[in-house]
T-cell receptor, first 115, second 108 residues
Framework: GAGVSQTPSNKVTEKGKYVELRCDPISGHTALYWYRQSLGQGPEFLIYFQGTGAADDSGLPNDRFFAVRPEGSVSTLKIQRTERGDSAVYLC?????????????FGSGTRLTVV | KNEVEQSPQNLTAQEGEFITINCSYSVGISALHWLQQHPGGGIVSLFMLSSGKKKHGRLIATINIQEKHSSLHITASHPRDSAVYICAVFYSNYQLIWGAGTKLIIKP
């Protein structure tokens, strides 16, 4: 597609529920990144995919968070047993290759609110 | 001390003024992003810099790798430039460390 698409744009869920957030990167971009931005803070790194594999998932806060990218394109971030502290904007970005010499394109984010 | 520091945190200016936002960092490898975030909107990458200077329209970005400092300039500022501007430094080949952002308001 023309840009990075994230769905849904807004998600309100009850505490304890399971949610899935989707990221559709630019076609041909092998690298995909998830970040989380809490209110008033800068985004924090969650996970980076190179192709189908999670090359670095060190930013995932705990084992309630999991992400997949089974075919090397669309990625899904999954959050189990959501907590109010999970409320944030979840940002996805992609690039042709990883590294500072390739442009990043960001999606518009998914605003998750846990009530 | 934050690893990526931006100044000022908030900036209000009149339309037409020349704007400078600064970014100093203590970590990272030799490149950084300047990004723009509108309220309620997504993040747009303005520049990725590893050396020297880049210009796009009314936006100019410079970086001094030795001094670990970068600046973003806006010439002939316009109210539509109002946004949060963020400096993000490459910590590894794929991981960015983000500054807290500079909230810019341009008044007509």
């Amino acid at each position: 597609g023309a840009g990075v698409s994230q769905t849904p744009s807004n998600k309100v869920t009850e505490k304890g529920k399971y949610v899935e957030l989707r990221c559709d990167p630019i076609s041909g971009h092998t690298a995909l990144y998830w970040y989380r931005q809490s209110l008033g803070q800068g985004p924090e790194f969650l996970i980076y995919f190179q192709g189908t594999g999670a090359a670095d998932d060190s930013g995932l806060p705990n084992d309630r968070f999991f992400a997949v990218r089974p075919e090397g394109s669309v990625s899904t971030l999954k959050i189990q047993r959501t907590e109010r502290g999970d409320s944030a904007v979840y940002l996805c970005a992609s690039s042709f290759r990883p590294g500072p010499y390739y442009g990043y394109t960001f999606g518009s984010g998914t605003r998750l609110t846990v009530v | 001390k934050n690893e990526v520091e931006q100044s000022p945190q908030n900036l209000t200016a009149q339309e037409g003024e020349f704007i400078t936002i600064n970014c100093s960092y203590s970590v990272g490898i030799s490149a950084l992003h300047w990004l723009q975030q509108h309220p309620g909107g997504g993040i747009v990458s303005l520049f990725m810099l590893s050396s020297g200077k880049k210009k796009h329209g009314r936006l100019i970005a410079t970086i001094n790798i030795q001094e670990k400092h970068s600046s973003l300039h806006i010439t002939a500022s316009h109210p539509r430039d109002s946004a949060v501007y963020i400096c993000a430094v490459f910590y590894s080949n794929y991981q960015l460390i983000w500054g807290a952002g500079t909230k810019l308001i341009i008044k007509p």
